[in-house]
């Protein structure tokens, strides 16, 4: 059985008194970013909540997804992520317009064609975020 920390613990203690549910597909080992150098074990989470649910694509960080301490060379772990690494994740606040966003992330006007898409990716998640766990937003914002 995995030790939880603290920050773990405080997930799993949220989810728990909400209602909500977590669930994890692992979809393989792949690049997750479009400018990932390296794979990465790449996940679908979703969350209920009641009849409401979400789901979205989760690329964990390199380190949990290759144990390179083995004599044969890296292999590829699969634990799967903790509702601690996806909460802290989500897209808890409003992203604003396009101007706001690509001007807060320092997109240029090269970068047009991929900023409307992390936009409207960013716009979407934070939509469904909000339909899922809008009446507790507070609390979630508190897992970080």
């Known amino acids: 059985m995995k030790v939880m920390n603290e920050y773990e613990n405080k997930a799993e203690e949220f989810l ?9 597909d692992y979809c393989g080992y792949m690049k997750h970013f479009h400018d990932d150098k390296e794979k990465r074990n790449v996940w679908d989470v979703t969350f209920t909540r009641g009849n409401r649910l979400m789901t979205v694509r989760f690329g964990q960080s390199i380190n949990d997804s290759i144990d390179k301490r083995s004599s044969w060379g890296p292999t590829i772990k699969k634990n799967p992520p903790t509702a601690y690494d996806v909460l802290s994740c989500l897209t808890k606040d ?47 914002r508190e897992i970080q």
């Open 16 to 24: 728990d008194k909400v209602g909500a549910k977590m669930e994890v």
């Open 94 to 140: 409003d992203p604003g317009d396009i101007d706001e966003f690509t001007s807060e992330y320092g997109y240029t006007e090269g970068e047009v064609s991929e900023a409307i898409k992390t936009y409207n990716a960013v716009c979407k998640e934070y939509s469904d975020v909000r339909r899922v766990f809008g009446d507790v937003m507070d609390e979630l």
